[in-house]
C-alpha cells in the first residue's frame, strides 16, 4: 500500500564511510527526486531523474551519485561521509517533470559522528 | 527557501483559525502547493491551487492567491491540536522541481 517508501530510516555511520539510501514507488510515476532538509528544516534540491535520465543536479559534491536502475527507483550512494551531511534526505515522486505534485517518502535521517 | 519566503512560528488557541502566509517571486509559476510535516514524518500534500484561481476550499482548508502580490495564504478553521506541524509552501515554475520556503511551524494550544 506504501507510495513512496525509501529504507533505512536511520542510518548512523562515522566520518569518511560510504553509505547508501534506497527508494521505491509504486504510483507508476515517471520522475523521482532527492531533496536534503537540514536542522532548520529548509528543503533543497539534489537531484531528479526522469524514466532513468538524470534532469536534475543541483550543485552537490561529487561525493554524492544517484543511481535510477529503472523508474520506480532512485538510490543515493554517499562516499567519504562527513559530518555537514547529516541531515534527514527525503526521497519523492511525481507524474510528469512540473505541474503535478510531489509525493513524498517518510525519510532517512542520516546521522555522521 | 531563497525564493519563497513564510513566517517562521504561528501559535493559535485551540477552536481558532490559523492564517499561514507565504510569499513568492517568480511570477511564472503555474501551481502552488501546501505540505503538511508532522514530526518524524515525510511530506504530506495538503492541497494544491493552480495560478488562475482565487481562491480554493477544501473542508477545513482555504488557500487564496493573490497574484499580483505573488502572495499565497493557508487559512485552517476551527484548528485542532492535530493540527500542529510544520507547514510548507512551494511553487511549480516549471523548472521541474518545487521550491519550497522555509516552513512554519503552527503550534495550537489546548
Known amino acids: 500500500d506504501t507510495a513512496v517508501s525509501q529504507t533505512p530510516k536511520y542510518l548512523v555511520t562515522q566520518m569518511g564511510n560510504d553509505k547508501s539510501i534506497k527508494c521505491e514507488q509504486n504510483l507508476g510515476h515517471d520522475t523521482m527526486y532527492w531533496y536534503k532538509q537540514d536542522s532548520k528544516k529548509f528543503l533543497k534540491i539534489m537531484f531528479s531523474?526522469?524514466?532513468?535520465?538524470?534532469?536534475i543536479n543541483e550543485t552537490v559534491p561529487n561525493r554524492f551519485s544517484p543511481k535510477s536502475p529503472d523508474k520506480a527507483h532512485l538510490n543515493l550512494h554517499i562516499n567519504s561521509l562527513e559530518l555537514g551531511d547529516s541531515a534527514v534526505y527525503f526521497c519523492?515522486?511525481?507524474?510528469?517533470?512540473?505541474?503535478?505534485?510531489?509525493?513524498f517518502g517518510n525519510g532517512t535521517r542520516l546521522t555522521v559522528t | 527557501g531563497e525564493d519563497v519566503e513564510q513566517s517562521l512560528f504561528l501559535s493559535v488557541r485551540e477552536g481558532d483559525s490559523s492564517v499561514i502566509n507565504c510569499t513568492y517571486t517568480?511570477?511564472?509559476?503555474?501551481?502552488l502547493y501546501w505540505y503538511k510535516q508532522e514530526p518524524g514524518a515525510g511530506l504530506q500534500l495538503l492541497t494544491y491551487?493552480?495560478?488562475?484561481?482565487d481562491m480554493k476550499q477544501d473542508q477545513r482548508l482555504t488557500v487564496l492567491l493573490n497574484k499580483k502580490d505573488k502572495h499565497l495564504s493557508l487559512r485552517i478553521a476551527d484548528t485542532q491540536t492535530g493540527d500542529s506541524a510544520i507547514y510548507f509552501c512551494a511553487e511549480d515554475t516549471g523548472r521541474r522541481a518545487l521550491t519550497f520556503g522555509s516552513g512554519t511551524r503552527l503550534q495550537v494550544q489546548p
Open positions: 491551487i493552480f495560478s488562475n484561481m
Open positions: 517568480d511570477s511564472s509559476s503555474t501551481y
Open positions: 531523474y526522469n524514466n532513468k535520465e538524470l534532469i
Open positions: 519523492a515522486s511525481r507524474r510528469d517533470t512540473f505541474n503535478s505534485p510531489l509525493h
